[in-house]
C-alpha cells in the first residue's frame, strides 16, 4: 500500500535529543532542512524517489547529523526536534528555540 503525504503527516511528533541519540548510534538519523516539509520528504523516501533524494542530498537538504551539530545538542537540553520514522530511518528537523 502507497504512504501518502497526508498519512505521513499524522505520524510527524516531537522528541528530545536524549531520545534521538539511539537512533544515531545506528547510523539511522537523517537532518532535513528547515526549509522542507518533512511529510513531503518521507512521502518520497517511502516511494523510493531516487531522484528527488539524491537532489536533496546533493544541495545539503539531507544530511547526516554533523559533530559539531550533535555536540551542540549533546550540550543542550532544551532542543527539541520535529520527527518521522521511516523505518529505517528517523528524519529529523531541529525546532527554532522560542
Partial sequence: MKTTQEELATQIDEAQWDWLRAHLERGGLICVAADLDIAAVGERIAADDAA?????IETRKLTKPTA??????????????TTLIISPYVLIQEKLHG
Fill in 52 to 56: 528527488s533524494v539524491q537532489t536533496w
Fill in 68 to 81: 559539531e551539530q550533535i555536540a551542540a545538542w549533546d550540550g543542550d537540553q532544551t532542543v527539541r526536534f
